[in-house]
């Protein structure tokens, strides 16, 4: 969905955003048709503070992510009149660019006189600089389901000379100027470029050859992934060495229950070596896509199904170079989850330094505010900012140990795989999926309270000893169920932002196996005004028979939970995340409960709750 992450902000939404007026609103009272109000007084309403977004103006895709090895600083952008962005070097803190959010390159170039689309950047390119490589649009609109028009995505180069700050074109035409010849493409954009030992040796690269994935597809055949090799030390030119990787249409990984769907079209595809400890070059290949379907009628500009996914492969080269997955899963289970991006981040870097971490792989969603715009009548204009990036997610290969080996383990075509065998026991691997170390720290660094234990078997809410005072604060806890509970049909969990008139509930449900956010009664707001999505979000996760001490027993649920006001996350056991919007409306909702509900015990223990959050961005005004 590019053309929604291309927005124009004008210099008078940013005097707001930097000044926003005094609310009239009345938090105690119920809400009126927020439409109605004035505008940028809802700006504060539902704004996280503790993730990424412009100063105002709505944000899109995560992209141009880099390390620089000159300041140790780690760059993070993302679609905004343009591409903008901002530097850390902890991963919890931001420090814009440029002043009031501004963009590092623009639209407006010979190669690209209508937008400019994702792209990534060789931290060392051209002359030793950041080289940036993204795609320059010349003709709209673009979308999988009507004809492409054929050079309408070309992908272009562009180096900083100051850090970051600007990104100038080079005086020149795009480096690949056309989707491969005789390919009726669906799209042909996002590239992203990286390295890896395994392709080098696999096409007879030079060891530290860079590689650009383009993301798309081919009409009546299915989803694709081009893939070019750098062919000369300046960058100048890229050998098409294939489809590396297909889909037929519309097809899904196994059932599509563990990896959602193919799709119609593939975006945002990043390419990046994992291995138990993070990032590696020469670790085992990961991919992360967004996808493209649809439900019909086919709406052209509207994609009704966007999926989040990862996948992890093989490489063969038999007559082309090949990619083969060999398992698949979701990135992000959210609905306005999507366009993830990342890039490694070296151990050298300034923050992983300051935490001790080895090279990783950080990655970022993008969380749309308006669900790709199908939230027909949101309050964009009373709200003066739409949409944020998610927490930074680090990204490994997880070891989930000593499964009993059963069907559960066994099933086929899922999100993991048998990485070792025992006497009636097996250990599984999968990606794993958790906030970054420092980003976590900093959640957690805040006042805290330890709730007390609770076996609940009757169904109801239980109010905390002690809830948050505010709308910002995270959440640990584990939740363990008796071997009844797979055949109880059993849902267990929290109530968040709750009150007497409203509540977002989060709990684990046996019978798909699946975490549910409830938004049902999340915001009164939703009743009165269109585009207030209420609808429940869902991931699945199993929760596997493991043997603890020589007994058999169900796994552990390990939840996270982090409120950023209107943002809600919920991460569990290291191998699920599901972002969302939770935009309670009332001031006092703010109370947690315990939930239970059908027949079944569960016992809740180490929760704890870190109050107030932390500001991303301490230098903006």
């Known amino acids: 969905m590019k053309l929604s992450s291309v927005m124009t902000v004008g210099l008078a939404n940013r005097v707001l955003a930097a000044n926003p007026p005094v609310s009239p609103i009345d938090y105690n009272s119920a809400p009126p048709n927020l439409s109605t109000l004035a505008n940028a007084t809802l700006f504060d309403t539902w704004r996280p503070k503790a993730h990424l977004l412009p100063p105002s103006g709505k944000i899109g895709d995560p992209c141009g992510q880099y390390s620089d090895a000159k300041t140790g600083l780690f760059h993070v952008g993302w679609l905004h009149d343009g591409m903008a962005g901002a530097t850390t070097d902890d991963l919890a803190t931001y420090k814009d660019l440029n002043p009031d959010g501004a963009p590092f390159i623009i639209a407006g170039g010979k190669n690209d006189p209508l937008a400019v689309f994702d792209g990534s950047v060789i931290p060392s390119g051209i002359d030793g600089l950041p080289t940036l490589l993204y795609t320059s649009v010349s003709y709209l609109p673009i979308h999988w389901s009507i004809p492409y028009t054929r050079g309408s995505e070309t992908q272009s180069l562009a180096v900083s000379h100051d850090g970051g700050r600007n990104f100038t074109k080079l005086n020149q035409g795009p480096m690949i100027p056309a989707p491969p010849f005789a390919v009726n493409v669906t799209a042909f954009r996002d590239p992203y470029v990286f390295q890896s030992s395994i392709l080098d040796k696999s096409v007879n690269s030079t060891k530290g050859t860079w590689y650009v994935a383009i993301s798309g597809g081919v009409h009546d055949v299915g989803p694709t992934v081009f893939l070019y090799r750098q062919h000369d030390a300046d960058f100048q030119y890229w050998e098409y060495l294939g489809q590396w990787w297909n889909e037929p249409v519309n097809t899904s990984w196994g059932k599509g229950d563990w990896a959602g769907g193919w799709g119609f079209n593939f975006e945002v595809g990043n390419v990046f070596g994992l ?311 009332y001031a006092n909702s703010t109370d947690i409960n315990f939930f239970h509900n059908g027949v079944g015990e569960a016992t809740f223990g180490n929760v704890t709750v870190f109050e107030g959050l932390y500001d991303a961005w301490p230098q903006r005004k």
């Open 275 to 585: 291995n138990a400890e993070g990032y590696s070059d020469d670790g085992e290949i990961f991919i992360t896509l967004g996808t493209e379907g649809s439900t019909l009628p086919i709406v052209p500009q509207v994609s009704s199904i966007h999926d989040m996914l990862w996948v992890a492969g093989n490489v063969t080269n038999d007559d082309s170079v090949t990619f083969k997955p060999t398992m698949a899963g979701v990135l992000d289970w959210g609905l306005s989850a999507y366009a993830a991006a990342g890039k490694d981040l070296p151990a050298s870097s300034q923050a992983s330094k300051k935490s001790g971490a080895p090279d990783r792989f950080i990655s970022y969603v993008w969380l749309t505010g308006d669900l790709f715009e199908l939230a027909k009548g949101f309050p964009t204009a009373q709200q003066n900012w739409t949409g944020a990036l998610l927490l930074p997610r680090e990204l490994n290969i997880r070891t989930i140990p000593n499964v009993v080996d059963n069907e559960l383990s066994r099933e086929s075509l899922t999100s993991w795989r048998v990485a070792r065998e025992g006497s009636g026991e097996v250990d599984l691997e999968t990606m794993g999926i958790s906030i970054a170390r420092e980003t976590y720290s900093a959640l957690t660094s805040g006042p805290s309270v330890v709730e007390s234990g609770k076996t609940l078997s009757k169904a109801g809410s239980v109010p905390f000893n002690t809830s948050p005072s505010t709308k910002f604060f995270a959440m640990t806890a584990n939740i363990t169920f008796p071997a009844s509970a797979r055949d109880s049909g059993i849902q267990a969990g929290f109530q968040v932002l709750a009150s007497g008139l409203e509540s977002t509930t989060i709990y684990y449900q046996f019978s798909n196996e699946s975490i549910i956010i409830d938004r049902s009664n999340t915001s009164a707001a939703s009743k009165t005004t269109n585009g207030i999505l209420s609808d429940n979000e869902a991931g699945r996760l199993r929760l596997f028979d493991v043997l603890e001490n020589g007994k058999e027993k169900i796994e552990t649920l390990e939840l996270t939970v982090v409120v950023d006001n209107g943002v809600l996350e919920v991460y569990a056991n290291g191998r699920l995340a599901l972002g969302t919007w939770a935009r309670s409306w």
